[in-house]
């Protein structure tokens, strides 16, 4: 999980895991989507969420699409009455002072509603939103308007250092896997996109099967039964979808050296990690913890930047997905510093792998990720993001319930174990962005 | 003698909704020796949150010390007589806390949040680095370098940031908000350990902070807490905090910066008044609804009318803060569409400007920022950290926690005529900053041709 190190203006609240003892009530509805819910009554307001299989590993070659399906969702919507565009749309919701948004990862696109509970706000509010997920009018002329704004921001990309060498990691690591492209996709593949494209991909994707309804809020069990229904009664069944290809680890060390005019290079160096569902999921996330997952105590930030001064952000995260996600290891540093920092990386890896943590380092991370969890689950907004990764991967019921003890319950010798089966520093994927063409 | 006053925000009176509920409440306290107290109950998880915000920031730099507060800040964590450095880190996490600082031009704050239980660990470490910390030349020399690598990261490599920052610096001549947050980078290479000796003397002391708890807590017992570990720590004489505000502005002023980038970038700000100035108080209500109009969500006028219809902007924003505490900027910032130029954005923008000096709002604009700042408290309420950032910044920057109870009702009482009236006094032009960002070719050696922009050049989708 990504913890970054800021130490400034920036405020950094991570939300990882959650809480023992907050209720989870879940159940399928008549359609097959699955609920769940979580019933706060402190404040008077709502929180929905609704993903679907639709994230952008389903792209096909058509990198890109599946977020702009999310985003021209809301750019109009076709009604009996005639239609709403987004204009109209938009006034639907913020006039109440309703909030919708919608993301996209790489395995689902996940459709969100913030409202007040008042019936007066919250019915109009799920009659948008409900409109919004399965009637959207999908317009040509919205359709070029959006694709136009997903280029420019796909060029945004290209002046950050940081993201030029994200981009450049995942094609390295993933090769010819769907992970190989981040949701937004690529100046070439968006261009060719056509609204048909984002009709059928709609059409497709968005459908009872894999869907997934959160409710977290100021409603009673039977209001989110009828909510859920509501919900899911609304789009068609589908079909479910075909698993995504198995993930191929690379087969031997990659260094790729990207000439960029800045001050510092950006350096990520990983490989292929662990999967949402994964026998290695808590040694591999607790040995992270200890290696660079957990800010200042962690041995990254130890080394690189607390006793030597080379970097403000260093660390290392799991990005456990559908299938392995990524192990990262990041940086950035002035350019004269970049061969050191490479070498720190390896080294402390190597290390860190060959050797394991510490006993007291375990001690460590193991105390802090259970005694921190109450505060991983302190709001209805983390609570929801929570329950919504459990719908997406179909973790069990009381996932959250175990968590503090599945923490508890790594060794010493498991972790080493663990990394030992599963990272090879010996085969790492490198990406250095930064300096003149060499 | 500690005071102990209360306030509660009439959130269903304002709301008028139906579903019944507690009002937040703060209780005010402080200690002997001037550490001011503000703990809000909040129950729903059992977590707290702990921040100590200290009356200094940026804009209390003088010139050659820029960035001298954020450089303090990270140097709080490097130890005290009694803790080593780093081991302050080290005791929050080990009790399950996550904790940090930041600081901004108004102020510096540390927090910690963490398992209710573990309050008195936050306090006995909070306490002890604001009277007793280190300050050892080693450890600077390394800070420092880390602080340079994140100006390198933040600001010299983003075109955007550079961008802002010169801006920032040619609108505010003078004054406070002239200088980055993070200094110049030649000010963070001459700054020594002994300027932060003479900054943290200056400035660290009860009676230059206030203690911000919001939690599962009970206000009498973080008061215990509260006076066993801060309690003894001394007072010093105060220096009165100056509000050294920039020179009248009296005439437009523009901008250009040429970077490495691949898109251009427009930013207007116009100089505005703040609470905190001697201005009505419905002004900057006025200007906040005003800011709404124009980017208030996807139905407000920037999305609707550059983003949409005329299809001019690919980014288009705005924004204004009342409570700083220096007079400050209405900021409009945008990117133009693939094919626009930058003087055609500019145009538009200006045309939205004086749309909002010429009519006034719409009655259905109105109700609908309003709605959006009545559910936005509703909102605001599920964070924990977000309720104690509110009372602590308030607070710090003298305008006090109890201004919050003014912010809906100002809102709600502003009018479509206000609203006009702020953007004929404010909106003009020879309160204007302009700042282009010029993009240079990516590749050097690589001829771009130079922004159209510039030239005046039109094009027309």
């Known amino acids: 999980m990504f913890v970054n190190v800021i130490r400034g203006w920036f405020i950094l609240v991570f939300a990882v895991a959650a809480q023992a003892g907050v209720p989870i009530q879940h159940w399928e509805t008549a359609g097959g989507a699955r609920v769940l819910f979580v019933e706060a009554r402190s404040l008077p307001m709502v929180d929905v969420r609704v993903s679907f299989d639709a994230g952008s590993a389903r792209d096909g070659v058509a990198h890109g699409l599946a977020s702009l ?22 006034e639907a919701f913020e006039n109440i002072g309703a909030r919708f948004g919608s993301s996209v990862s790489q395995d689902a696109a996940t459709l969100s509603l913030r409202s007040l509970s008042d019936a007066a706000r919250l019915e109009p509010a799920l009659d948008t939103f409900t409109a919004v997920m399965t009637r959207p009018r999908l317009a040509e002329e919205d359709f070029l308007r959006e694709r136009e704004r997903v280029l420019l921001g796909l060029k945004a990309a290209e002046q950050q250092p940081g993201e030029v060498a994200r981009r450049a990691f995942y094609k390295a690591l993933y090769g010819t896997h769907p992970y190989a492209f981040l949701p937004d996709g690529e100046p070439e593949t968006v261009s060719a996109l056509s609204v048909e494209d984002v009709r059928a991909f709609h059409r497709r994707h968005y459908v009872a099967s894999g869907m997934v309804i959160v409710l977290v809020g100021d409603l009673s069990r039977e209001q989110a039964g009828r909510i859920a229904e509501r919900l899911s009664a609304a789009v068609p069944a589908g079909e479910a979808l075909p698993a995504l290809p ?5 087969s031997e060390s990659k260094i790729i050296r990207i000439p960029f005019p800045s001050t510092q290079a950006s350096i990520l160096a990983g490989q292929v990690g662990m999967a949402r569902i994964d026998p290695d999921y808590f040694p591999l996330y607790v040995g992270n913890h200890v290696l660079g997952g957990s800010g200042f105590s962690s041995r990254l930030v130890e080394e690189i930047r607390e006793k030597r001064g080379l970097a403000y952000s260093v660390y290392s995260y799991l990005m456990p997905m559908r299938q392995p996600g990524p192990f990262v290891m990041g940086m950035q540093t002035k350019l004269d510093q970049a061969g050191q920092a490479d070498q720190l990386l390896r080294e402390n890896l190597q290390r860190f792998v060959k050797e394991g943590p510490t006993a007291a380092e375990v001690e460590h991370a193991k105390k802090n990720i259970v005694g921190g969890f109450p505060l991983r689950l302190d709001s209805n907004k983390d609570i929801a993001d929570w329950l919504n990764v459990m719908g997406i991967y ?27 089966r ?17 | 003698m500690p005071r102990f006053l209360s306030r509660s925000i009439l959130l269903c009176v304002v709301l008028a909704c139906g579903a019944a509920q507690a009002a937040p409440v703060v209780t005010e306290d402080r200690l002997a020796n001037g550490l001011r107290i503000l703990v809000q109950e909040d129950h729903r998880a059992p977590v707290v949150t702990s921040q100590v915000w200290y009356k200094v920031g940026s804009s209390d730099e003088p010139g050659g010390l820029t960035g001298i507060s954020h450089v303090l800040e990270h140097m709080m964590f490097k130890g005290t007589k009694r803790l080593p450095a780093g081991k302050f880190s080290e005791i929050i996490a080990a009790h399950g806390g996550q904790e940090n600082a930041f600081t901004s031009r108004d102020y510096t704050a540390y927090f910690q949040t963490l398992a209710k239980e573990h309050l008195d660990v936050a306090f006995r470490l909070e306490a002890d680095r604001m009277r007793n910390l280190l300050l050892r030349e080693e450890d600077f020399i390394k800070e420092v370098e880390v602080v340079k690598e994140e100006r390198r990261l933040r600001t010299e490599d983003d075109p955007n940031a550079r961008l802002y920052e010169q801006f920032q610096a040619m609108a505010y001549l003078n004054g406070g908000y002239h200088h980055p947050i993070i200094g110049w980078m030649s000010d963070l290479d001459r700054m020594t350990a002994e300027d932060l000796r003479d900054w943290y003397r200056a400035h660290y002391a009860p009676n230059n902070a206030t203690l911000v708890v919001v939690g599962d807590v009970k206000p009498a017992e973080v008061k215990r807490l509260a006076q066993k570990h801060f309690g003894a720590l001394k007072p010093f004489k105060l220096e009165a905090r100056e509000r050294r505000n920039a020179i009248e502005q009296a005439g437009e002023r523009r901008m250009i910066l040429r970077a490495p980038a691949k898109l251009p970038a427009l930013l207007m700000g116009y100089r505005a008044p703040v609470l905190l100035d001697e201005v009505p108080a419905w002004e900057p209500y006025a200007l906040e609804v005003l800011a709404g109009v124009l980017d208030g969500g996807q139905s407000a006028r920037l999305q609707q009318r550059l983003v949409r219809d005329s299809r001019l902007a690919g980014e288009a924003a705005a924004g204004y803060g009342a409570d700083g505490r220096l007079s400050d900027l209405f900021m409009l910032s945008a990117v133009p569409s693939e094919g626009v130029s930058v003087a055609q954005l500019e145009q538009a923008l200006r045309q939205e ?32 950290f977000y309720q104690a950032m509110r009372l602590g910044s308030y607070e710090t920057v003298g305008l006090g926690y109890k201004r919050l109870d003014a912010l809906v009702p100002g809102i709600e009482a502003v009018t479509a005529e206000q609203v006009q009236a702020v953007a004929r006094k404010y909106l003009v032009d020879d309160r204007l900053t302009v700042g282009v960002l010029d993009p240079l070719p990516l590749e050097p050696g690589q001829k771009q041709p130079r922004n159209a922009s510039m030239g005046g050049i039109q094009h027309v989708r």
């Open chain 1, 69 to 90: 399906t999310a985003a021209l969702l809301d750019q109009g919507i076709k009604l009996e009455g005639g239609d709403k565009d987004a204009q109209a749309v938009a």
């Open chain 1, 246 to 250: 198995a993930v191929v680890d690379v």
């Open chain 1, 422 to 438: 599963r990272i090879h520093p010996e085969r790492f994927v490198m990406v250095i962005v930064g300096g003149p063409q060499q």
């Open chain 1, 394 to 420: 179909r973790l069990p019921p009381d996932f959250l319930d175990r968590y503090p003890e599945q923490v508890k319950e790594t060794t010493l010798p498991g972790i080493r174990a663990a990394w030992q």
């Open chain 2, 353 to 384: 400007i004086a749309r909002l000096r010429d009519e006034p709002v719409s009655a259905e604009e109105l109700a609908r920022v309003k709605a959006q700042v009545i559910a936005a408290e509703v909102y605001g309420r599920d964070s924990v």
